[in-house]
């Protein structure tokens, strides 16, 4: 028993001497030494002699524990998952094509009930313009009729102002109602105020020639003014407005007929040593308006064409007298001015007769007008010796 003991406590110490650098086991690792249990003595055969008593005993053996286990890693921190990816957008639809709407299945409507008017108070765009021109010339004619027959036979008064109201307010009404029920074009509109002032004007000029007294001369100007507006709401009516081409025409034909009156007048005068006389130049506007308004009808020219036959011929003509009013005679200048108008008119018009394009493009609106600034030279100074050059406006209808 004591030897037993003694190899107890050299085994404990043998444990405790085990160097240090060893990794150091937890304390519930820690080698714990087997429990001592006997082994099982052998029997010793009969025939052997007993051993001493201190063989009875069987020195236990240790075994070394097994090899501790490292710990498992930590487990590595849980990452919380990705969103997921934004959904596509879906590509943005076309938009849808434009088809027609279907037509209306109501009653039968007149061309008269279709048509669109201009505005509440007009069935046409000219519809304004017609009105203003004869409230104007009803003014202008009721005075003179008012003063010419002066039915109140009193000296210090008249009734030219009454006749002003009463003509301006009854020939303004007709008008107002004829535009509020028929279409009136704008340019028809503005044919009709040309017309009105070119009949005015010529009225007068012939009623002054033949020293007519003041009734007559009161009737002939009312009579011309009507007729003339009359002339051209009839002959343009049944349609749409007229052509921006025959617009121009007419208004170039009664421009060229001023321009070519007064310049022949002029030279008439200045050979024969007599007074000037203004009677067929005031009514060369009237009589150019009734031969371009013939014109107009066989022919059918462009707004272009119309715009280059007054500009370029008159732009010549001027031309030709600045520079001719420092040169020439004065007759020799009038007669040089007349016939560059003449030829340069003649060349436009071959030229342009050479060069029509039967594929031209229709007008982009029937009521369009075109504002464009040009430059004007006109004689200036005293005598017209200078020359002034200023900024102008061509409107073309």
């Not at 009709?192 to 012939?206: E, N, P, R």
Request: net charge negative.
């Amino acid at each position: 028993m004591r030897a037993t003991v003694v190899l107890l406590c050299l085994a404990s110490a043998v444990a405790t001497a085990q160097p240090s650098q060893a990794p150091a086991a937890p304390p519930e690792q820690l080698l714990t030494p087997p429990p001592m249990t006997a082994a099982p003595r052998e029997e010793p055969p009969p025939s052997q002699a007993p051993s001493r008593p201190e063989d009875e005993f069987i020195t236990p053996t240790f075994h070394s524990a097994p090899a501790a286990e490292p710990p498992p890693p930590p487990r590595a921190a849980s990452t919380p998952p990705s969103p997921p990816p934004p959904p596509r957008a879906a590509p943005a639809p076309s938009p849808p094509e434009w088809t027609p709407p279907p037509r209306a299945t109501g009653p039968a409507e007149s061309p008269a009930e279709r048509a669109l008017r201009y505005s509440r108070y007009s069935a046409g765009a000219g519809g304004p313009t017609l009105v203003l021109t004869e409230g104007l010339a009803g003014l202008v004619t009721g005075a003179m009729l008012g003063s010419a027959f002066d039915i109140a036979r009193d000296v210090r008064s008249s009734d030219g102002y009454t006749g002003a109201i009463v003509g301006g307010l009854a020939l303004g009404t007709v008008a107002t109602l004829y535009q509020y029920f028929v279409p009136v074009g704008r340019r028809e509109g503005m044919l009709a105020a040309g017309a009105a002032t070119a009949g005015l004007m010529a009225s007068l000029t012939l009623a002054n020639s033949r020293n007519l007294n003041d009734k007559d001369r009161a009737m002939l100007a009312f009579a011309s003014t009507q007729v003339s507006i009359l002339s051209v709401l009839v002959l343009t009516s049944g349609g749409g407005d007229v052509s921006a081409g025959d617009a121009g025409l007419v208004g170039s034909m009664s421009l060229y007929g001023f321009v070519f009156a007064g310049l022949i007048e002029y030279i008439h005068a200045k050979q024969t040593q007599q007074r000037y006389d203004y009677v067929p130049v005031l009514m060369a506007p009237a009589a150019g308006m009734a031969l371009g308004g013939l014109l107009a009808i066989p022919l059918e020219l462009s707004s272009s064409s119309a715009f280059e036959l007054t500009l370029y011929p008159l732009g010549a003509g001027l031309t030709a007298l600045l520079l001719g009013a420092r040169l020439a005679d004065e007759v020799v200048v009038a007669k040089t001015v007349l016939g560059t108008v003449a030829g340069t008119y003649f060349l436009i018009a071959v030229a342009n007769a050479l060069t029509h394009d039967p594929n031209e493009p229709q007008e982009r609106s029937a009521s369009t007008v075109q504002a464009v600034p040009v430059p004007v030279v006109l004689a200036a100074g005293r005598h017209n010796t200078g020359l002034a050059v200023g900024p102008g406006l061509s409107i073309q209808f």
